[in-house]
Every structure is written in structure tokens, then in C-alpha cells.
């Protein structure tokens, strides 16, 4: 021990004293490129510029260096980072002692961030965390999460079970999205002459007010059902149906509106087009057999390793890199990536906890915090701005809500059913985030008409659990009273 000891101090000694000598040495010399002091001199004179004023001493104080290095992007970075997560956390698990998803929270917590109420109260302070020249890291960074999370989305789509419901589930979610889909064009007769961007046509704004309409938020769905024991029930197995189909179908159409809208023409809309159905075509029917094929087969010993994950990940972003490239956004390309991976259910579950939640946890919240930035509530400063999104809100749940109820009782459930099938089916949350985000950066939606379209994804989504408390309230109500008339008949 003693003569590891006197080792150690005896190289620290010995080098230490090298590398002191050493810069001794060099200090005193000079590169070899360097000009000559007379000869900088004179050409300061020459073309009589001035040297910057030496900075007062005042301000070389200490605060002034670590103010400076908070400023660099990755310092910004970093405290943006520790503010959303410990907003959304908070908020998060406040609203599920409420009785409501996380993920409605963790929405909230990014428009309280925004300028909507922390830009209201403190604009130093918004101003400061958010600065405008950190907007475009954090954009990237949620657009990251966004596509992690539809790939984990395509990952939990179940074709099988999509097959054994396919009767109910594809009436009821077409239903879902035809009746929004028709409404929501309709309202943009009102929305657009005030409201619209005005380099967009009319035929792009409506169709993406039609799609924003129909959206369902299948993942924030699935996790209701879960929460409330419902998963195993018919009503739950019947609308997590319903929800898969109605999400691959409006997601379809929305590349079909993306790909109009970012077309210059007619043939680069009709090649964007053609470009996206043949890529659907391959990953389905090509690449999906494959790869519950060959894939699967040398998966059968287990799902060990990283090399899975990276394999995995690498085919993820190459798909989204397909579909940025062929004229609609990435998030498709890895939402189709995560449908076509081997059914195995080990690879499923290993990616959906090794991505899933690292998605959730930090990602995600980056991105509603980025969205509660772009959400200006204070646009709607007059009373015909609040009508217009009271209205909006109505169409959309008379829309989403009504339809999917009435189909779901035309399939023969009862009331009270196929009401929780609407109110489930009206959930939007962060699936129409995501859309509404996509229809911001396409120069779609102006802020004005954003905002109204978030306070409309929040109020739909947050009134799902109250709507089935309601139905479960009304059905013990019912037992209790058919028990009771029951002992009286007795």
C-alpha cells in the first residue's frame, strides 16, 4: 500500500513538473502565421478601424461569466428541460388524484408555460426561459419524441383484434369520422373568411379543419379503458377497436391532405400521392409477412441485447426519413414502422418499455410544451372570437360524440353503451396536438385559429372521464333500483 503510494505522488511529482515546464517554455513563443505587431498596426490605420471598448470593470464581475454560460443553447436547453418535466410531473399527478390521465395535466402544463399564462404574468420570466433563439432546438427535439411516440402507437395496434371486431369497429369508427369530418367543412365556410391564413385555399383549410374534427386519441383512449377496468369488457374490446381503425383511417387521410397542401401542382400532388400508397402497399404487404417471417424466426430464442432496439430504431427513422422525403411528415413513415414489426409479442413489449417511456417520461412534455408556446390565448380578446371557439367545441362533440353514438346503436348496443362508445371516441388529446402542430407548421392554422382548435382538444379530452362516471353513476343507480323493486315484488 505505502509503496503504491510513494508511486503515485512520485508521478504526480515528475509530470506535473514536465507539463509546468512546458508551458513555461511555451509561452514565450509564437505561431507561425502570426502577423508582426507593426504590421497589424498599420493596418489599423490604413483602413481606420477602431478597436471595441474594453468592457467597464463593473460588469467583468463574477455574475457575468455564469450569466453568459446560461445563455449558450445547451445551458438554455437543460434548464427548459427541468422546468417542463418538473411542470409536467406536477400537474400530472395532480389531475390523476382528479380522476383524470396524466397526459391531460402534462397538456395543461405546457400551456401554462406559454405565453397564455406565464408570458401573462411574468413575461421576463417566459421570455427568459423560452427565448426566441431556443425555439428551434426544443422544436426538434419534441418533433424526436413525436416520432418515437407513433411508432410506439403502431407498435400497440392490434390487427388481429382490429379482424375479430372488424364488423362493429369499422362501422362505428367511419361513422366517427364522416359526420366530424362533414361538419368540420362545414364550420370552415364561417372560419375561413376571418380566420385563415391568407395564402391558403379554402380546399386545404377545410379538409384539414375536417380531419382535426375527426381525430380520436387512441393511446390516451386505451388508457382510460385500462384505468376504469374496461379493457377486458365488450364495451372496451368493441372501442379500442373502433379507435385503431378510426386513427389508421384519419391518419390516412391526412397524408392525402398533406401531400395537396405541400404539392405545387397537380403532378406533384398526384406523385406525392402514388409515391405514399406504394409505400403503405410495400411496408403492409411485403415487408409485415417478412418480417413475421424471418424476423421471427430468429427472434425465437428470446429478445436479449441491444441489437434488437437499434435494429429496430434504425428501420423507424429510415421509414420516417421515406415519408418526409415523399412529401408528408415523418411521424407516418414511423407510425407504419411500428404496425409492420413482427407480431412477436417479447419485441413488442421490450420496445414499448425501452421507448415508451423514456417518449413519455421526457420527450413528450418537451412537445406539449413547445405547443403550449405556440397557444395564445390572449388572441381570443373579444367576444366574437370565444363565440366562434364555443362553437367550434360544440361542432366537434356533437360531431364525434353524436356520431359515433348513434352508429354504435344502430349495430344494436343499448344507450347507455354506445354513449360511453361516444364519449370515448370524442377523447382527442395528444394524437390531435400532434395533428394541430402538423397544421401550424404547414401555415394551415393561424394562431388564432390553433389556440381555439388546443382549447378544443383539451376540453373533449378532459370531459371523457366525467361523461363515463356519469354512465357508471346512472347504471348503479339502476341495479339499486331494480333490486329494490325486486324485494318490494317479493
Given at each position: 500500500m505505502r509503496r503504491n503510494f510513494l508511486f503515485y505522488v512520485a508521478l504526480l511529482a515528475v509530470f506535473g513538473a514536465g507539463i509546468y515546464l512546458i508551458l513555461n517554455f511555451g509561452a514565450r513563443l509564437r505561431p507561425g502565421g502570426a502577423v508582426p505587431e507593426s504590421r497589424v498596426e498599420s493596418a489599423r490605420v490604413s483602413t481606420h478601424v477602431q478597436e471595441p471598448p474594453e468592457p467597464e470593470a463593473s460588469s467583468r464581475g463574477l455574475a457575468r461569466p455564469l450569466y453568459e454560460n446560461l445563455q449558450h443553447p445547451l445551458s438554455m436547453l437543460l434548464l427548459q428541460a427541468i422546468v417542463i418535466l418538473i411542470a409536467a410531473r406536477v400537474f400530472g399527478t395532480l389531475f390523476q388524484k382528479l380522476g383524470q390521465p396524466a397526459v391531460i395535466g402534462e397538456m395543461l402544463a405546457g400551456i401554462i408555460l406559454g405565453p397564455s399564462l406565464l408570458g401573462m404574468l411574468s413575461p421576463g420570466a417566459q421570455s427568459f426561459l423560452f427565448p426566441a433563439s431556443s425555439m428551434e432546438f426544443l422544436k426538434l427535439l419534441s418533433q424526436i419524441g413525436v416520432i418515437l411516440f407513433m411508432f410506439v402507437v403502431g407498435l400497440d395496434l392490434n390487427v388481429q383484434h382490429l379482424r375479430r371486431k372488424a364488423d362493429a369497429a369499422v362501422l362505428v369508427s367511419h361513422a366517427s369520422i364522416i359526420i366530424p369530418f362533414f361538419l368540420g367543412t362545414a364550420s370552415a365556410l364561417l372560419i375561413y373568411p376571418s380566420m385563415a391564413p391568407p395564402h391558403i385555399s379554402f380546399n386545404a383549410f377545410a379538409l384539414f379543419i375536417g380531419v382535426a374534427m375527426s381525430i380520436t386519441a387512441f393511446p390516451v383512449l386505451a388508457r382510460i379503458v385500462e384505468e376504469r377496468g374496461l379493457y377486458k369488457t365488450h364495451l372496451g374490446s368493441t372501442v379500442i377497436a373502433c379507435a385503431a381503425v378510426d386513427d389508421v383511417t384519419a391518419w390516412c387521410i391526412l397524408a392525402v391532405v398533406v401531400a395537396i397542401v405541400k404539392a405545387d401542382a397537380l403532378s406533384s400532388?398526384?406523385?406525392?400521392?402514388?409515391?405514399?400508397?406504394?409505400?403503405?402497399?410495400?411496408?403492409?404487404?411485403?415487408?409485415?409477412?417478412?418480417?413475421?417471417?424471418?424476423?421471427?424466426?430468429?427472434?425465437?430464442?428470446?429478445?436479449?441485447?441491444?441489437?434488437?432496439?437499434?435494429?429496430?430504431?434504425?428501420?423507424?427513422?429510415?421509414?420516417?426519413?421515406?415519408?418526409?422525403?415523399?412529401?408528408?411528415?415523418?411521424?407516418?413513415?414511423?407510425?407504419?414502422?411500428?404496425?409492420?414489426?413482427?407480431?412477436?409479442?417479447?419485441?413488442?413489449?421490450?420496445?414499448?418499455?425501452?421507448?415508451?417511456?423514456?417518449?413519455?417520461?421526457?420527450?413528450?412534455?418537451?412537445?406539449?410544451?413547445?405547443?403550449?408556446?405556440?397557444?395564445?390565448?390572449?388572441?381570443?380578446?373579444?367576444?366574437?372570437?370565444?363565440?366562434?371557439?364555443?362553437?367550434?367545441?360544440?361542432?366537434?362533440?356533437?360531431?364525434?360524440?353524436?356520431?359515433?353514438?348513434?352508429?354504435?346503436?344502430?349495430?344494436?348496443?343499448?344507450?347507455?353503451?354506445?354513449?360511453?362508445?361516444?364519449?370515448?371516441?370524442?377523447?382527442?388529446?395528444?394524437?390531435?396536438?400532434?395533428?394541430?402542430?402538423?397544421?401550424?407548421?404547414?401555415?394551415?392554422?393561424?394562431?388564432?385559429?390553433?389556440?381555439?382548435?388546443?382549447?378544443m382538444a383539451l376540453t373533449t379530452t378532459f370531459m371523457t372521464g366525467p361523461l363515463l362516471s356519469l354512465v357508471e353513476f346512472r347504471n348503479r343507480r339502476g341495479s339499486v333500483v331494480t333490486a329494490d323493486e325486486a324485494r318490494a315484488a317479493a
Open positions: 400532388s398526384l406523385l406525392t400521392i402514388s409515391s405514399s400508397l406504394l409505400f403503405i402497399g410495400v411496408m403492409l404487404f411485403m415487408l409485415k409477412p417478412w418480417a413475421a417471417r424471418v424476423v421471427g424466426e430468429r427472434l425465437r430464442g428470446g429478445v436479449e441485447g441491444k441489437a434488437p432496439v437499434a435494429w429496430a430504431l434504425a428501420f423507424m427513422f429510415t421509414s420516417a426519413l421515406f415519408t418526409e422525403v415523399i412529401g408528408i411528415h415523418a411521424l407516418f413513415g414511423a407510425f407504419l414502422a411500428g404496425v409492420v414489426m413482427p407480431p412477436r409479442a417479447e419485441l413488442r413489449q421490450v420496445l414499448r418499455e425501452r421507448l415508451g417511456n423514456f417518449t413519455s417520461v421526457f420527450l413528450m412534455p418537451l412537445f406539449f410544451a413547445f405547443t403550449g408556446l405556440r397557444t395564445q390565448i390572449g388572441l381570443l380578446d373579444d367576444w366574437q372570437g370565444w363565440l366562434m371557439c364555443i362553437g367550434v367545441i360544440a361542432v366537434a362533440i356533437v360531431g364525434k360524440l353524436g356520431g359515433s353514438m348513434l352508429a354504435a346503436r344502430w349495430t344494436g348496443m343499448g344507450w347507455q353503451e354506445s354513449f360511453s362508445i361516444g364519449a370515448l371516441m370524442n377523447t382527442r388529446g395528444l394524437i390531435e396536438l400532434i395533428v394541430l402542430n402538423l397544421g401550424y407548421d404547414l401555415g394551415i392554422l393561424s394562431p388564432r385559429v390553433f389556440t381555439m382548435m388546443v382549447i
